[in-house]
């Protein structure tokens, strides 16, 4: 079975939607330094580095309507020469930015980063900026797409047809669900409109809540329990969804106060190991690579996998320990550099 971790790529709002006076945050939020060291992109890369897996990173082009000085172009290279994939991530709120009169459209429509029931057009438009960008930056033109905040309908898969992308890893039921039958998926590979959609694995970690596989919101136990049981059901393919910010923990505005997130960290590192350690079941892959692999009659399989509910409660307890220690830390650093 192949694993493939994704990163998605990107910068942020950081509030400026709600008030102008505050201002977007770029490679800050790819990098993620705290004490002189790089907490996310760099642990990562190293990381996977490690354990010898290939992953898939989901580069975020809109943000150059903000970015002028277009940072995520050295990131995206930094990326490359580590030999990981680099596919297409678009978050439409950026666009916003080509206007001067950006706030005033902001209020009058504050909904800017739907993908879902955006016509036709201007998807396709979205996606093809984010190729020219690709070309652009001389980086090989993307496979696979995936949208801000996993939203989706099926115009999207139209206009992915239309821009000639023929992957993509759109769906986590566990974070956004269209409510459409045919795009209920938790698992697999899947055409749709002459897509091949490869979903974010989803499984029950309650038994009516759905949770779709992070690393920032499921257990090392989770997640190793989950690899085994879809290995076990014979699937072809687990996507795992990560971002470079989920490796620190952060303070008050701006992304300025941070420090290194030890129990995500720890996360990626065991998970890296036990595929590592078990290359008779689990293969690391880049996922235009995995979904390039010939159709099967496995392939569209779509099991709800069931985790374990006392990982559920110790995730859930861990995290809420962990995250109020680490605010009460990062609020006494703020206090003392103030």
Known sequence: MRVCFTIDTEFSIAGAFADPALLPVGAPMVRCETDGRSQGLEFLLACFRRHGMQATFFIETVQRHYFRDDPMRALAWRIAEHGHELQLHVHPCWSVFQYADWPQRVRAQPRQDDLAGRPLDSTVGLLRQGQATFAEWGLPAPQVFRGGSLQHDEDLYRAL?????????????????????DYQLCAGRHLRHGVLECPVLTFADWPSHLKTVSVSGTSFAEMRWLLDRAQAAGLELAVILSH????????????????????????????????AAHPDRFQASGLAAAAAQPLTPASSANPLLRGRPWHTASRLATQVLYDRYGQWLLARQARRAA
Do not use: K, T
């Not at 239309?162 to 039958?181: D, E, K, Q, R, W």
């Not at 490796?247 to 890296?272: I, M, P, T, W």
């Open 244 to 275: 470079p910010f989920e490796y620190v923990q952060s303070y008050g505005d701006g992304f300025r106060v941070l420090r290194r997130h030890a129990v995500n960290q720890s996360r990626l590192e065991r998970l890296c190991a036990y595929i």
């Open 161 to 181: 047809a239309v821009a000639g992308i023929p992957y993509s890893s759109n769906i986590g039921l566990g974070v956004y669900n269209c409510g459409l039958a």
